[in-house]
């Protein structure tokens, strides 16, 4: 079994639908991330949660929200998906003690918005 | 100016050539760098890391960093086609606590040819 696992793997939404991703984590890490990742523009930090009681916005926090349910489980919405939130969106996870230097990833959630 | 620049290739080698991944930063606050690996419809993977200028062998795979001229380097000697990826760099820098943000260079997609 994958140490991050993503649900959905692929996801066809329609423009303002609500749409919820999912991840949870068996690495037993209190940080965890989601990135979206465009062509040209690679990875791009959505929100961070360093541990439950933490949320902080990335670099490209409009339009999405998370939650983080418990330590092994960080969701991300979409509440009014528009088409140039068409993207691959990865999740990760990270433990405090190696400088932030290894990040483990999901397998990524292909999300297309027509 | 962005705080990591990578050039994005993409990047085609025969079999056996010796490749020389780039990534320049900005950030003087930066301590570890990293190499990731991702194949395609993969999650990134780490490869390497250092926190020391000069350079790290593993392999196949040398990681070289110089702090004064804020450059960092990843060697693959004898490649082989299943090196064929997207290389990310990535830096960390402390951001208070024990916590570090990590920044992501964009990838260079890499080919090996048989």
């Known amino acids: 079994d994958a140490d991050v696992t993503q649900t959905p793997r692929n996801r066809i939404t329609k423009t303002g639908k609500r749409i919820m991703l999912e991840c949870s984590q068996t690495k037993g890490h209190d940080r965890m991330y989601w990135y979206r990742q465009d062509p040209g523009l690679g990875l791009r930090l959505i929100y961070y949660?360093?541990?439950?009681?933490?949320?902080n916005k990335g670099e490209i926090s409009d339009g999405y929200s998370v939650s983080r349910q418990a330590q092994a489980k960080f969701s991300l919405s979409l509440e009014s998906a528009i088409p140039n939130q068409t993207a691959l969106y990865f999740c990760?996870?990270?433990?405090?003690?190696?400088?932030?230097?290894?990040?483990?990833f999901g397998q990524g959630t292909r999300l297309t918005v027509v | 100016q962005k705080e990591v620049e990578q050039d994005p290739g993409p990047l085609s080698v025969p079999e056996g050539a010796i490749v020389s991944l780039n990534c320049t930063y900005s950030n003087s606050a930066f301590q570890y760098f990293m190499w990731y690996r991702q194949y395609s419809r993969k999650g990134p993977e780490l490869l390497m890391y250092t926190y020391s200028s000069g350079n790290k062998e593993d392999g196949r795979f040398t990681a070289q960093v110089d702090k004064s001229s804020k450059y960092i380097s990843l060697f693959i000697r004898d490649s082989q086609p299943s090196d064929s990826a997207t290389y990310l760099c990535a830096m960390s820098a402390w951001s208070g606590g024990s916590n570090y943000k990590l920044t992501f260079g964009k990838g260079t997609l890499l080919t090996v040819n048989p």
């Open positions: 949660s360093f541990d439950v009681k933490d949320i």
């Open positions: 990760a996870t990270s433990d405090g003690d190696s400088g932030g230097t290894e990040a483990f």
